[in-house]
């Protein structure tokens, strides 16, 4: 079974920066694709970001390039999400996920086997 808890949510003035953290249990992390999502209130959870399974591939919806960075650490188990410039419509909690096809980058809920609980990112104007 995995476990992913994510970490790293706060509260944000505009402009500024987050780092958030998944950290994955189980043996299956390092052999995975990991993504990261994201649900504000009374929307739909949206897709924010993905990486392949050693890091190697990335992908980004256009709305998040240039300003959101995800990576991971294999030895650590754990993937990270580089937030910078943040808005005030970037508020929403922030999901990871891990999708046991290593080099999918997936964009769909559906393409993902196991969620942690989510953080809370709050950006104040």
């Known amino acids: 079974q995995v476990q992913l808890v994510e970490s790293g949510g706060g509260l944000v003035q505009t402009g500024g920066s987050l780092r958030l953290s998944c950290a994955a249990s189980?043996?299956?992390?390092?052999?995975?694709?990991m993504g990261w999502f994201r649900q504000a209130p009374g929307k739909e959870r949206d897709f924010v970001a993905a990486?392949?399974?050693?890091?190697?591939?990335?992908y980004y919806p256009d709305s998040m390039k240039g300003r959101f960075t995800i990576s991971r650490d294999n030895a650590k188990n754990t993937v990270y999400l580089q937030m910078n410039s943040l808005k005030p419509e970037d508020t929403a909690v922030y999901y990871c996920a891990l999708d046991q096809i290593r080099t999918r980058l997936g964009q769909s809920e559906r393409e993902y086997d196991y969620w942690g609980q989510g953080t809370q990112v709050t950006v104040s104007s």
């Open positions: 990486i392949s399974w050693r890091g190697g591939n990335t």
């Open positions: 189980g043996h299956i992390f390092s052999s995975a694709s």
